[in-house]
């Protein structure tokens, strides 16, 4: 069976991830783990029509092994040939697959100096190409496999081929994968369940959100002319793709300067090969102010400190506690799933999709309406059975969203 539900998710990331269509060019990028996945994938692809299906594999232990034996100046610079390469797929609509496993604490021991540049020279070299994504014309979705880093690191108690057996059963469960019945299907299910909630709240018009929960007592504004997304984006052509699977939020724009109080993250998040735990901030005024970590802090002061934006939100989502993902009861220590399991708010950039029409501002004109930018977008976990979330509009009136973690 786990042959059959990997080329059934193979087929969901091809058909409602990217959604490839005769003629599509497609980029994959991937990891030495997901080798056999990344077949199924490419093969996927090409049976849709694709026109062009260019892989780029990496590889974990090369990656460290550069952390740790490279000369210290490399970490300042970034080779402009590999901007233009991503530039050239930009350019001729190579459309964007992802799949990895998440690197946990691969980079432990790694100088936090060098990460902190090398992350730094990487994001400021390939923020021109960004501005081919905010046109909303190429497709891209992120999904995950499995590895033994990752595997041995959520079911330590296991034999390694159990605890791999054991996270494929997630990620497949996950993701909608089931020995009965086609995954393209309980995909377009899903996405409709999930368009009703976004149907629900672009209409509410909401002005600002309270968030109320151990820890937490946070009010965050809503950028003017948000614009509430769950599940499928649209191309300006019209075509849906599906950016995360899974996926269970409703996304839209915070007002970059309209944030006040503490948030407590609730659950352990993987950054740069490192695995923040306990951790919280202070805003005021909309900007980070204050922070605090149980583990690994320095990832944090790293990230904050990459660029103006990196203190402010670009993202607010909500997740019931009910998600599937939620109920498996387990912290998967990837961004991708947990993020699916929690409501959840992001440091940094915003998303163009998320205004009303941001795709054909300029970014002067998305700033005026709160939009946040930055070379980070750095997702954080604040959910549970015990937040509440109340919309207030402009004339006072409020509405509760969550209670007890639950939709209203």
């Known amino acids: ?31 030495t783990d997901n080798l056999e996945l990344a077949r199924e994938i490419v093969r996927a692809c090409w049976r849709a029509g694709a026109a062009d299906v260019d892989t780029i594999i990496a590889d974990n ?29 930009m350019q001729n609509k190579y459309h964007r697959i992802s799949v990895s496993a998440p690197r946990l ?61 054991e996270l494929w059963d997630k ?7 089931s020995e009965d019945g086609g995954a393209v299907e309980a995909w377009l299910e899903h996405d409709a369940k999930l368009k009703a909630h976004e149907k629900w709240l672009n209409s509410q018009q909401f002005s600002y959100l309270h968030y109320e929960a151990p820890g937490t007592d946070f009010r965050v504004g809503l950028a003017e002319r948000h614009n509430w997304i769950g599940g499928s984006s649209l ?13 269970e939020e409703i996304f839209t724009t915070p007002h970059a300067k309209e944030a006040e109080g503490k948030l ?30 149980g583990k690994n802090g320095d990832v944090l002061q790293t990230q904050l400190g990459m660029d103006e934006g990196a203190r402010r939100l670009g993202e607010v989502a909500l997740v019931p506690n009910s998600s599937p993902i939620s109920q498996m009861g387990i912290t998967f220590k990837s961004t991708l799933f947990d993020e699916n399991a929690s409501c959840h708010f992001a440091l940094g950039k915003a998303y163009t999709e998320a205004i009303v029409g941001g795709e054909n501002m300029t970014k002067e004109e998305r700033a005026d309406l709160g939009f946040n930018d930055s070379m980070i977008h750095l997702d ?3 959910g549970g059975p015990e937040l509440n979330v109340t919309g207030y509009r402009s004339d006072g009136s409020s509405t509760p969203i969550l209670r007890n973690g639950e939709w209203v």
């Open 235 to 247: 191309t300006p052509d019209g075509i849906s793709y599906m950016a995360n699977m899974p996926t």
């Open 61 to 89: 232990d090369m990656s460290l092994g550069r952390f740790e034996e490279a000369e210290d100046d490399v970490f300042d610079h970034f080779p402009e040939f590999k901007v233009e390469h991503a530039e050239r797929h």
């Open 264 to 293: 407590k993250s609730t659950m352990p998040l993987a950054i740069s090969g490192k695995v923040v735990e306990d951790f919280g901030f202070v805003f005021e005024g909309g900007k980070v102010i204050d922070f605090f970590a």
């Open 1 to 31: 069976m786990y042959k059959e539900k990997l080329k059934k998710y193979a087929e969901a990331i091809v058909h409602i991830g990217a959604n490839v269509q005769k003629g599509d060019n497609i980029v994959l990028n991937t990891d």
């Open 171 to 177: 990620i497949f469960a996950a993701c909608r994968i």
């Open 380 to 382: 954080f976990m604040v």
């Open 105 to 165: 604490d691969l980079f432990q021991n790694v100088d936090p100096d060098r990460l902190r540049r090398s992350s730094i020279a990487a994001n400021r070299a390939m923020e021109p190409i960004m501005k081919y994504m905010d046109t909303g014309e190429i497709k891209w979705t992120v999904a995950a496999g499995a590895s033994e880093l990752w595997a041995g690191s959520l079911f330590p108690d296991l034999p390694m081929t159990e605890a791999m057996a």
